[in-house]
């Protein structure tokens, strides 16, 4: 892909330190860039360019075509439909502008600003809803400057507990949702994990450096796995709104049957006041007409 030639392009020993955490990536690494020219290796080959468009497409085509397949007007609570929107695109923009800009002249400091977008919008899909979680999270990438697999994994450690907690009370039943969305999210989270160890242990490049510098390599092979797990995740919500839309609470179930009683009590005392009332009416007719006119 060259729509214009680029600039010369740097071996592994000559980039920056902070762009070196792939040691099996030898070749195709960009000079230091100002904002206009990062934007323009989106144009021409270099190692990075494959990490760009795996990701910078599915988000067009999630900006494009999700709201056509989300329910927005069956169901009561519109904002859930929206809070599900974005946080399919949250991740994909976070890790496009973090692989785009990665190379800017402003150095490591704006190189870890960048990594944090890039793991917050990952921590906005994982829990998109739970804002001081999230706050956390970003906090504990910035201050880690998570340069390495091993801590930008640590960073979310806690979300994997949550996640867990969570099909835990679905399974034994303290939860509740559709039958069917559950396998769809065991699936999503089996895919987001595989990718994670697939870029940790750094395969396929590791058993031959540099033949996977440009395409195929570990980090490219995660983001395919991500944006398979989001279509899962996808499939899994509507599942989920579809049964909010269908499910019906027990009639015994606490509040839902309290209420139905407090409106059924009111109405049978309705119905006797007002029947009382017109029995006392009917009675007093008849007096009146028992009494002999003087």
């Known amino acids: ?18 762009l070196q955490f792939n ?20 144009f021409y ?16 085509l999630f900006l494009v075509l999700l709201p056509f397949s989300i329910p927005w007007m069956e169901v009561d609570s ?12 949250c991740p994909t923009v ?28 990952v921590c906005l899909v994982n829990t998109l809803g739970r804002s001081s979680m999230l706050i956390g999270s970003a906090v504990l990438m910035f201050c880690e400057e998570g340069n390495t697999n091993i801590l930008r994994l640590q960073a979310f450690l806690w979300q994997a507990g949550f996640r867990f907690s969570l099909f835990l009370f679905r399974v034994f039943g303290s939860g509740a949702g559709s039958p069917d969305s559950l396998r769809l999210f065991v699936i999503m989270d089996s895919l987001a994990v595989l990718g994670g160890l697939v870029n940790i242990v750094q395969i396929p490049e590791r058993f031959v450096p540099g033949l996977f510098d440009n395409w195929g390599n570990s ?42 009683h407090f409106r059924t009590s009111a109405q049978s005392s309705s119905e ?17 007409a028992a009494t002999p006119l003087s």
């Not at 519109?78 to 695109?89: E, K, N, S």
Request: aromatic share 10%; hydrophobic share 40%.
């Open 1 to 18: 892909m060259g729509l214009h030639k680029g600039p010369r392009l740097l071996d592994l020993a000559k980039t920056p330190q902070h």
């Open 23 to 42: 040691k099996y990536v030898l070749t195709g690494y960009r000079p230091v860039a100002t904002a206009p020219e990062c934007l323009g290796s989106l």
């Open 45 to 60: 080959m270099h190692n990075e360019l494959g990490n760009i468009y795996t990701h910078g497409v599915p988000f067009f």
């Open 78 to 89: 519109v904002w859930l439909c929206v809070v599900h929107y974005l946080a399919c695109l």
């Open 94 to 121: 976070g890790s496009v502008v973090y692989h785009v800009f990665m190379n800017h002249v402003g150095g490591e400091h704006v190189y870890d600003t960048l990594l944090s977008l890039d793991m917050f919008g």
């Open 219 to 260: 980090h490219q092979i995660m983001h395919v796995m991500v944006i398979c797990s989001i279509v899962y995740l996808h499939w899994g919500t509507l599942e989920d709104l579809a049964w909010m839309k269908t499910y019906q609470c027990p009639a015994d179930a606490g509040r839902p049957s309290s209420s139905l």
């Open 272 to 288: 006797l006041l007002s029947s009382s009332g017109s029995d006392r009416s009917a009675m007093g007719k008849r007096k009146m």
